[in-house]
Each structure stands twice: as C-alpha cells, then as structure tokens.
C-alpha cells in the first residue's frame, strides 16, 4: 500500500522547535523527489521544501530560508523538517508528498503561539 504519515507536530511557543517526519512505504522511496507543503486556514496550500532523491538538493520558500532545513534517510524511507525559530506564521497543518506520484500524507498540525 503507497502510503505517507506524517509526525512530530504539536503545539508550541515562538522561537522553540519542532521537527516533523514522514514516513514512506509502498514505493521505491529514495527514487523521488520529496516535498513539505503547509496550508494555513483561510490560505492557499504553500510548498516549504523540496528535496532531490538523494538529498544532495533542497530548495526552500523565502519566508523558511536560514530556519527550516529538509532532510531525508533513504534507509529509513523517511524525509524530515527540522523547523527552528518558529513563528506564529508558521502556524498551519503540514503535509509531505511525493509530488510525481501525487502521494500525500494526512498532515501534522503545526501551531505556534506568541
């Protein structure tokens, strides 16, 4: 069963962090390019950060840039958001999608209070 499931988000203050994971089964994992998506309530669905198949390239939307780091672990069929310094604008439910297959997962919600 293709399959992505995402963890690791809670409710936390600004500044601290969080890293969320997404778990990947049921297709060839690190043959993929994998990306983080948020969509705040009322927003449009924003890609955050995108990662090349082996990880050698990752690209991020300004507002992350120098907080958010992407990673992944092709042994571990898994790809990561470290997320440090966060904001209350970061707030928002976080998927992972493996873009070319059009998998998503179900989110992890991400809230940041001030």
């Known amino acids: 069963q293709v399959q992505l499931v995402e963890s690791g988000g809670g409710l936390v203050q600004s500044g601290e962090s969080l890293r969320l994971s997404c778990a990947a089964s049921?297709?060839?994992?690190?043959?993929?390019?994998m990306n983080w998506y948020r969509q705040a309530p009322g927003k449009a669905r924003e890609l955050v950060a995108s990662?090349?198949?082996?990880?050698?390239?990752?690209s991020y939307v300004d507002s992350v840039k120098g907080r958010f780091t992407i990673s992944r672990d092709n042994a571990k069929n898994t790809v990561y958001l470290q997320m440090n310094s966060l904001k209350p604008e970061d707030t928002a439910m976080y998927s992972c999608?493996?873009?070319?297959?059009?998998?998503w997962g179900q989110g992890t919600q991400v809230t940041v209070s001030s």
């Open positions: 999608s493996a873009p070319t297959l059009n998998i």
């Open positions: 049921g297709f060839t994992f690190r043959n993929f390019v």
């Open positions: 990662i090349s198949p082996t990880g050698v390239s990752t």
